[in-house]
Each structure stands twice: as structure tokens, then as C-alpha cells.
């Protein structure tokens, strides 16, 4: 069974950093797009940043310049740096993965469980 598990969220001032990060484990044959989204509290999850597995990575336009989408093929991890962090970041943040299980005959799309960003001014 494939699953994956965020980590490195917390309470930051405005400025400050945090990275996450989102392991995918289980029985994996390839991974293909990784993403990362949030939602803020009463509102919608939107997409925040994606990253091929060639790695070309996309933004929304409030994070770029500021967040940084990565990954790390061998450990089947993506992060996402975020930087100049402000409270309007403040959401929980979900990692959401196209992957191709062990035997599997197609893609699914799998979601992790979030973890929570505050960001205090």
C-alpha cells in the first residue's frame, strides 16, 4: 500500500523559513508528478507548486520567488522550502503524488495527511 507522510510543519513569524518535506512509501514502481497544496482555513485547497520527475517545477504566482519546489528521486521525497513566509501562508499543507504501484495497471493519484503551517506577524 503506497502512502505519503508530510512533515516539517510548525509556527514561524512572518519572514522567517520552513521546509517540508513528504516521503511516499510502499510498494512503488515509479512516480510521476509530485505536487504540493493548500487550505486555508473556511477556503479551498488549491495547488501551491508541482515538480516533474525530470524536475521542472511550476508555481502559483503567489509563491514564486519565495517557495521552492524539490525532489529527491532515490528517497521518493519532495519539499518545498518556503521562504519570506507571511501569514496569509498559513494553511495546512497537503503532498499529492501520481504514482504507478508495484503491479499496478495504472497511475492513482494519492493524497497525504497534511501538515499545518502557522505563520504569526
Known amino acids: 500500500q503506497v502512502q505519503l507522510v508530510e512533515s516539517g510543519g510548525g509556527l514561524v513569524q512572518a519572514g522567517g523559513s520552513l521546509r517540508l518535506s513528504c516521503a511516499a512509501s510502499g510498494s512503488i514502481f515509479t512516480i510521476n508528478a509530485m505536487r504540493w497544496y493548500r487550505q486555508a482555513p473556511g477556503k479551498q485547497r488549491d495547488l501551491v507548486a508541482g515538480?516533474?520527475?525530470?524536475?521542472?517545477?511550476t508555481y502559483v504566482d503567489s509563491v514564486k520567488g519565495r517557495f521552492t519546489i524539490s525532489r529527491d528521486n532515490s528517497k521518493n521525497t519532495v519539499y518545498l522550502q518556503m521562504n519570506s513566509l507571511k501569514p496569509e501562508d498559513t494553511a495546512v499543507y497537503y503532498c499529492?503524488?501520481?504514482?504507478?504501484?508495484?503491479?499496478?495497471?495504472?497511475?492513482?493519484?494519492?493524497w497525504g495527511k497534511g501538515t499545518l503551517v502557522t505563520v504569526s506577524s
Open positions: 499529492n503524488a501520481d504514482i504507478l504501484a508495484t503491479g499496478a495497471a495504472y497511475r492513482m493519484n494519492y
Open positions: 515538480i516533474t520527475s525530470g524536475g521542472s517545477a
